[in-house]
T-cell receptor, first 114, second 114 residues
Framework: DQQVKQNSPSLSVQEGRISILNCDYTNSMFDYFLWYKKYPAEGPTFLISISSIKDKNEDGRFTVFLNKSAKHLSLHIVPSQPGDSAVYFC?????????????FGKGTHLIIQP | EPEVTQTPSHQVTQMGQEVILRCVPISNHLYFYWYRQILGQKVEFLVS????????KSEIFDDQFSVERPDGSNFTLKIRSTKLEDSAMYFC????????????FGQGTRLTVV
């Protein structure tokens, strides 16, 4: 049962262009969403988050958009840089469940082409 | 910058043996987690720990697994009798305030059961 889905296993984008990574979720109880980036042989590192009371959160080159009615979120990276090549995980959780773990998607491997 | 550290980075064990994976969470964090990622699959939540007890655990976290915070700094995951299917990357994570703040992950321990 995939409560968090990242339907694109990989995405190739030219350096300098916009990268858009998508994520869908099915559990309507999720109200907190995060994006993690993972390099080979390292643990996931936090990128950006958004709570369900917002529809957009921006941090430098990274913007996350949330469409609650569609149960969809996306991560925009602009401009894309070679160091952005990594696997990006979408994760979701319920704030009121306190210490509960996150539910992760399978990840999207972003490849930035020079 | 504070970080979550995990030891060892790679553990090879024979089926049926017990293994202990070790983690040192970030010092002022209160919530601790274990996740795992089987090769080619998504990151899966195993267990969360708060106030010296398990807060939540997934279906994966059966009686073969246990967690402990033996002192003020370490957080361990024990697998009593390893199976081949326990082979995975195991990530420890910690967060300051549970779901309201992002979790910081360690670099992972690759467990190989032979």
């Amino acid at each position: 049962d995939q409560q968090v889905k990242q339907n694109s296993p990989s995405l190739s984008v030219q350096e300098g262009r916009i990268s858009i990574l998508n994520c869908d979720y099915t559990n309507s109880m999720f109200d907190y969403f995060l994006w993690y980036k993972k390099y080979p042989a390292e643990g996931p590192t936090f990128l950006i988050s958004i709570s369900s009371i917002k529809d957009k959160n921006e941090d430098g080159r990274f913007t996350v958009f949330l469409n609650k009615s569609a149960k969809h979120l996306s991560l925009h990276i602009v401009p894309s840089q070679p160091g952005d090549s990594a696997v990006y995980f979408c994760a979701a959780g319920e704030v009121m469940r306190g210490a509960d773990g996150l539910t992760f998607g399978k990840g999207t491997h972003l490849i930035i082409q020079p | 910058e504070p970080e979550v550290t995990q030891t060892p980075s790679h553990q090879v064990t024979q089926m049926g043996q017990e293994v202990i994976l070790r983690c040192v969470p970030i010092s002022n964090h209160l919530y601790f987690y274990w996740y795992r990622q089987i090769l080619g699959q998504k990151v899966e939540f195993l267990v969360s720990f708060y106030n010296n007890e398990i807060s939540e655990k997934s279906e994966i976290f059966d009686d073969q697994f246990s967690v402990e915070r033996p002192d003020g700094s370490n957080f361990t995951l024990k697998i009593r009798s390893t199976k081949l299917e326990d082979s995975a990357m195991y990530f420890c994570a910690s967060s300051r305030q549970g779901m309201n703040t992002e979790a910081f992950f360690g670099q992972g321990t690759r467990l190989t059961v032979v």
